[in-house]
């Protein structure tokens, strides 16, 4: 359950590209035909995928404060995390490179249609974005932060898929000449962007808008207490706590 | 004029307007968008991007004879990630509370793709005065827009500048609030950052024909 509810809050809710704007680069540059945004995209799933874990295990038992206790008394209190940006950069480059050795080696009609953005996933902001949000939200256990690699890798897959699709059709009307290009894909962008939001509610009513959870908690706790308790003085009294 | 040449000056103003790295070259897109909600936060990471990229391309431009070109990106990787690392820990040291606001974007400058661009298009192939020129041309373009784009979206949103109540307060209604004026949220929201940037895409390509691009 907790696997699920954080794949589809990954891909949905905390979209990259949508909610956070990561990897709008190669978003906007590579986004031209479905096919090769297809393939950016599942490169991206992979390497994310493999990176994030990775990196939840350097910052586990490396950089984390006290994270080298298993070394020995004397190095429990240090606290390397300074160095995190330097050690989750430099596992996305290998990774990085790896997966380019491997797609040369099985797949050299992708390769040569991915051209120079396989390199540039390196310094895709969603690959390093994605390994310190991991840090950042404290994600608990290796397998929570493979679900969460995965999940924002189809996230971003999604939207890339979407908006090569929408770019293909767009061809076939009249934009105006200032805005074609660049221009209307932002825009059309910012209103996917929009549509995302509405995924918000999707889980538990958002995290967001508290106030409202909040009410529909009391409303949700209140016949429980009655069954319960029966008496109307414990139901003031909750009603009067959760005012407050 | 005696300390740049017309072609230095060039490295400076273009990517001001038309060679801008937001709007004509495509790069570091993802920080502009995420952190302009607040002017201040958009000046501070103007600032930041425009220590990194000076930096970072002379020193690039300082060991671009040296280095094996297998291994630039690493190379470039490590040199941009000391340097943020850097504006990371003063940005902890001195402003704390903006350095929460912008959480992970301080690291994502390391993955800022003009950074990047500009180490492989110029440092790799420029002196290093001529390359600093071009990393302050560029970030400053990048900064600008980020100020543009962090400017309408606060005075917009929540009818403020810095922190101040440039429109009045809300509250008491005065100022433009007692002619009924509301703040609109929405600007706050992560849509309209894209939407504003791109109302400034079609602004700058109605002034400059010459920018419009295919299709």
Known sequence: MEHLELFFKSIFIDNMVFATFLGMC?????????????????AVIFVLAVTVPLNWLLDQ?????????????????????????????????TMVQLVE??????????????????????????????S???????????????????????????????????????????????????????????????????????????????????VVAVSKEIPKEQVEENTTEVLSDNLHTNKQ | MALLSKKDTKLITDPLTDNNPI??????????????????????MSVSVLFVLGVGNVIISLMRNIIPSKIRIIVQLIVVATLVIIVDLVLKAFAY??????????????????????????????????????????????????ILVGFFRELLGSGTLLGFKVLGDPIEKTGLYAFGYENNGFMLLSPMALIVVGLIIWVQRSRNKALIEEN
């Open chain 1, 132 to 214: 310190l949000f991991m840090q950042s939200r404290e994600i608990p256990t290796i397998g929570l932060s493979l679900t969460y690699g995965v999940g924002s890798g189809i996230g971003w897959f999604l939207a890339i898929l979407a908006i090569a699709a929408i770019r293909e059709k767009i061809r076939y009307s009249s934009v105006p000449p200032a805005l074609r290009g660049l221009g209307i894909t932002f825009i059309i962008t910012g209103l996917m962007a929009i549509g995302f939001m509405s995924f918000g509610g999707m889980l538990t009513g958002g995290d967001e808008e508290k106030k409202e959870t909040k």
């Open chain 2, 97 to 146: 509370e903006l350095s929460k606001t912008l959480s992970v974007f301080v690291g994502l400058i390391i993955t800022n793709c003009i950074i990047m661009g500009r180490f492989e298009a110029f440092a790799l192939g420029n002196g290093p005065w001529r390359s600093f020129l071009d990393g302050i041309g560029n970030a400053v373009g990048y900064g600008a827009i980020l």
């Open chain 1, 26 to 42: 190669s978003y906007l540059a590579v986004s031209k035909k479905v096919a090769t945004a297809v393939g950016l995209g599942a």
């Open chain 1, 101 to 130: 050795i491997i797609v040369e080696k099985f797949s050299p009609s992708l390769y040569n249609s991915l051209g120079i953005f396989l390199p540039l996933i390196a310094v895709n902001c969603a690959i390093l974005g994605g």
């Open chain 1, 61 to 93: 038992y490396i950089l984390q404060e006290g994270a080298l206790a298993w070394l020995g008394e004397e190095y429990a209190s240090y606290d390397l995390s300074f160095l995190s940006f330097i050690m989750f950069i430099a596992t996305i480059a």
């Open chain 2, 23 to 44: 709007t004509i070259q495509v790069l570091g897109i993802c920080s502009a968008l995420a952190i302009t909600a607040e002017l201040e936060a958009s000046i501070v």
